[in-house]
């Protein structure tokens, strides 16, 4: 027995569950840790797949503004158009013609001037509208490039898309089905702590179930003891008693003195021993009186 009552086993099952209550709570504050570093790490991915997003939506944007920009520009500052010059300029065979220019030499000069003049003018004119116009096929190819390209990207850029928002899916069915899981391993955690509470509530309970038996019987066995110590004692008390009378009883009794009143009685002792003698009208009799009435004829007897 311990001091304050208990045993050591109860001391030792108090240390074992304070022990195990410990290595529950830090389990508990453990998982609690762990599931706060997974939703951050979600998070953060979160956050990273609506930062790629917003790039993503950021760079289509610009791309179709400057989409917008090139279809606004004029058609003289397509590039096509000035790498194919040199096959238009190629045009030796208005210049090499010496056998009209004999014939018109016969007629009047000022006539062949002014025939030249005009012909020269318009051919000019088609000249530089020939110039300024790009070719239709390579705008054409350049055009459906561009879009080809363009489709191609929005293509890849979706494909992306579509890939990030199935990660991020992904990633958020995984952590629902580690918080699910989480949450059945603290649900049975839970549910295998109380039934150890309770198996050792009841194992509590039988002990101190028992312990009060056991004091229980203990008290009855003291207080049949105290009834019988008692029941001796009051039995060697009265054999005691007995022997001590039936010693006086045995003993021879004494002659009786009647004790001689002196001075230093007081004066209602002596009158009351006076009417004990037979004496009356004692009164008005005072100390001397009634010493002098009463040791006279004692002394005499």
Sequence with gaps: MAKNGTTSTD????????????????????????????QSRLDAAARLVKEKHKAAKAAKKAERKAAERAAAEPATKDKPAKKDKPAKKDKPAKKDKPAKKDKQAKKDKPAKKDKQAKKDKPAKK?????????????????????????????????????????????????AKAEKAERKAKEKAKAEKAERKAKETAKAEKAERKAREKAAAREAERRARDEARAVTAAASARARRTAEAEAAIAALPEPATTVPLPDATWSVPRLRSFARAQGYTSLSRLRKQQLLDLLVQPARES
């Design 11 to 38: 001391a030792k099952r108090t240390a074992a569950d304070k022990a195990e209550r410990k290595a529950i709570k830090r389990a508990v504050e453990a998982d609690a840790a762990r599931a706060d570093r997974e």
């Design 126 to 174: 088609d000249k530089q509208a020939k110039k300024d116009k790009p070719p239709k096929d390579a705008a054409a190819k350049s055009g459906s490039e561009k879009e080809k390209a363009k489709a191609e990207k929005a293509e890849r850029k979706a494909r992306e898309k579509a890939k990030a928002e199935k990660a991020e899916r992904k990633v958020k069915e995984k």
